[in-house]
């Protein structure tokens, strides 16, 4: 099972920031695609930003351009998603996912590993 550990998560006034991390095994981090998803309480998963491992192409969505900024670090293995200007209701569980098969992976079938989530809590 690969081991995708995300952290940085935590509780944060709206209009704060937070920057998550995400550390993968090497032999996925340089071969795979990774991309960020969040999940509210019954709402389905929902993609945030993803880069790709041959190029560092960025792809993200329109409602999270401009706040949320994916990057990775090769020498860490670690891919990072930096969050400003937080919503409340951008309150979640936000995952880290590896993605292999797929060009611009942008649905979680696309994606074949998972971490176990870090939550970000936006208070009001």
């Known amino acids: 099972q690969v081991q995708l550990v995300e952290s940085g998560g935590g509780l944060v006034q709206a209009g704060g920031s937070l920057r998550l991390s995400c550390a993968a095994p090497?032999?996925?981090?340089?071969?795979?695609?990774m991309g960020w998803f969040r999940q509210a309480p019954g709402k389905e998963r929902e993609f945030v930003a993803a880069?790709?491992?041959?190029?560092?192409?960025?792809d993200d969505t329109p409602s999270t351009k401009g706040r949320f900024t994916i990057s990775r670090d090769n020498a860490k293995n670690t891919v990072y998603l930096q969050i400003d200007s937080l919503k409340a209701a951008e309150t979640a569980g936000y995952y880290c996912?590896?993605?292999?098969?797929?060009?611009?992976?942008?649905?979680?079938?696309?994606?074949?590993?998972w971490g176990q989530g870090t939550q970000v809590t936006v208070s009001s």
């Open positions: 996912a590896a993605a292999l098969e797929v060009r611009r992976p942008r649905l979680p079938y696309e994606y074949e590993d």
């Open positions: 090497g032999r996925i981090f340089h071969t795979h695609d």
């Open positions: 880069i790709s491992w041959r190029t560092g192409t960025i």
